[in-house]
C-alpha cells in the first residue's frame, strides 16, 4: 500500500496539471493566477503526505512483512491451514505392565496424550508415552505403590483401531519421544508446517497451539511467548530453563504434546511442543524446536530429518 503512493502523488498532480492546461488554454495567465496554482499544488502536496504518514503509522500496528516472527496474525491469508495442522495431531496410548509390591500382582496402567505427525513419524513428549511409577489416588492425593516396571508398549488410536508404535527416540532429559508411523490405511496427515527458528522468538510473538484442552478434543487456540526461559522451580521437569519459553493465554491441561506454531509473515512454523501449565490458568511452557531439532538429528538420517523440516534434501 506505501509503495502506491508515490504513484498517487504523480497522478494527482498530472491531473492538476492537465486542469491548469485547460483552464488556461487560448490565454496568457496572470502572476496571481500562477501563485495560486503554486498554492494549491503545494496544498495537494501537503495532503498527500498527511496521507502517507497516516498509512505508515496503521501499517505499524497492523504489521507488515519484515522476515520476522509475528506480533499478530493480521498477515495470515489462508486459514485452510489450520485444518491441516489438526487432521496431523493423534491420540496415542500407552499400557505399563507394572509388577506390584511383595505380592507380585501384576497390574496394567494405561494413560493417553496426543502426538503430531511429521513426516513419517510422530513427535511428542518423553512423559506423555512414559510411565516409571504405579501410581493409584486416594482422597489424600495420588500415592506411588512400591513396583516393578515390567514392560510398556505405545499405540496409535484412530477410529477404534490401536496400531502399536515403534520408538525411534525417547529423551528424559529432553523429554521428547519419536515413534515410527506404522504401516496403515487411516491416510494420516503430517503437519504441514515447516520447522521454525526458536532462537528468533521474542516476547510478545504471536502464538497458535493446536492440543486437547481438557481431553475435550482437538482444537486451535491464541497465545504469546511471554519469556524465553521456562519458569522457575517447575517441579519433575529436568530441562534447561534456556531450552523452554512460556505461553501466556493459550495452554491448559491436556495440552501436553501439542505443537505451537508462530506466525513469520502470516506464514505458520512450528516452534515448539507444550510440555506443561500451571492448572488452568492458561500460562504454561513448551520445549523450543531448535534442541528438539537437535535431538532428532542424532537418530534420523538426512532424508528423514528433511521430511521432518519440510524442506528438500540438497542432490549431493
Known amino acids: 500500500m506505501v509503495k502506491r503512493t508515490p504513484n498517487l502523488k504523480r497522478l494527482a498532480l498530472t491531473c492538476l ?9 487560448g490565454c496568457v495567465a496572470s502572476r496571481k493566477e500562477v501563485y495560486h496554482l503554486k498554492n494549491r499544488t503545494s496544498e ?27 506480533y499478530n496474525n493480521s498477515l495470515l491469508i489462508d486459514t485452510r491451514v489450520f485444518d491441516e495442522v489438526l487432521h496431523s495431531i ?21 494413560s493417553r496424550g496426543i502426538g503430531v505427525v511429521v513426516g513419517r513419524h510422530i513427535l511428542t513428549l518423553d512423559h506423555v508415552v512414559t510411565q516409571n511409577s504405579l501410581e493409584v489416588a486416594t482422597p489424600f492425593g495420588t ?29 528424559p532429559e529432553l523429554d521428547i519421544a519419536l515413534f515410527e508411523v506404522p504401516a496403515n490405511d487411516l491416510n494420516l496427515a503430517s503437519l504441514p508446517s515447516p520447522v521454525g ?7 510478545g510473538t504471536f502464538l497458535y ?20 526461559l521456562g519458569l522457575e522451580g517447575i517441579q519433575k ?4 530453563r534456556s531450552d523452554l519459553f512460556v505461553i501466556s493465554n493459550g495452554v491448559v491441561p491436556g495440552d501436553s504434546g501439542a505443537p505451537v506454531l508462530a506466525l513469520r509473515d502470516g506464514v505458520p512454523e512450528l516452534v515448539g511442543i507444550v510440555q506443561g501449565t500451571l492448572g488452568s ?13 537437535r535431538g532428532l538429528s542424532k537418530n534420523l538420517d538426512r532424508e528423514e530429518l528433511y521430511m521432518v523440516q519440510k524442506e528438500n534434501p540438497p542432490l549431493y
Open 17 to 25: 496539471a492537465v486542469v491548469v492546461m485547460v483552464s488556461l488554454s
Open 44 to 70: 495537494i502536496q501537503d495532503d498527500l503526505d498527511r496521507l502517507e504518514r497516516e498509512i505508515e503509522e496503521r501499517l505499524r500496528f497492523v504489521g507488515r512483512p519484515d522476515g520476522k516472527y509475528d
Open 90 to 110: 493423534v491420540t496415542i496410548q500407552t499400557a505399563t505392565l507394572f509388577e506390584a509390591g511383595q505380592s507380585s500382582q501384576r497390574v496394567v496402567k494405561n
Open 143 to 171: 500415592v506411588s505403590l512400591p513396583s516393578k516396571k515390567l514392560e510398556e508398549k505405545t499405540f496409535l488410536v484412530s477410529r477404534d483401531r490401536k496400531l502399536v508404535l515403534k520408538k525411534v527416540l525417547g529423551d
Open 197 to 203: 527458528n526458536s532462537d528468533e522468538l521474542t516476547v
Open 209 to 228: 497451539i493446536a492440543g486437547n484442552p481438557f481431553n475435550s478434543g482437538i482444537n486451535v487456540r491464541e497465545g504469546i511467548v511471554s519469556s524465553l
Open 237 to 240: 521437569i529436568s530441562n534447561r
Open 281 to 293: 490458568s492458561r500460562i504454561g511452557w513448551a520445549v523450543k524446536i531448535n534442541p528438539i531439532m
